[in-house]
């Protein structure tokens, strides 16, 4: 069982950024055994917004957040990053960290984290 443990968040303006960090316990990485980010947004589905599955290989990233968003992985602190640039309002909602899922299928996910607000003004 991988443990999840969001920090990071909060509120910002738009244009800012912010970045999130998921410590987990333990992990495996295969091709089809990913980490990632993925958001919810009130009154709408969770969406994936980033997924990092292989080491070494490409993220994958929701197609309309690509050159904002980036995900990262510091193995040796057991930690998972997502960075977010020039946020926009539509950015706002709550993001999630899970492990052991499939690139960007919220629903193939088996662990999550607990989750943690994003909220960017106009």
């Known amino acids: 069982q991988v443990q999840l443990v969001q920090s990071g968040g909060g509120s910002v303006q738009a244009g800012g950024s912010l970045r999130l960090s998921c410590a987990f316990s333990?992990?495996?990485?295969?091709?089809?055994?990913?980490m990632g980010w993925f958001r919810q947004a009130p009154g709408k589905e969770r969406e994936g917004v980033a997924a990092s599955c292989a080491y070494g290989s490409s993220p994958f990233y929701a197609d309309s957040l690509k050159g904002r968003f980036t995900i990262s992985r510091d193995n040796a602190a057991n930690t998972l990053y997502l960075q977010m640039n020039n946020l926009k309002s539509e950015d706002t909602a709550m993001y999630y960290c899970?492990?052991?899922?499939?690139?960007?299928?919220?629903?193939?996910?088996?662990?999550w984290g607990q989750g943690t607000q994003v909220s960017v003004s106009s």
């Open positions: 333990t992990a495996t990485i295969t091709a089809f055994n990913c």
């Open positions: 899970a492990a052991h899922g499939m690139f960007l299928r919220p629903d193939s996910y088996q662990n």
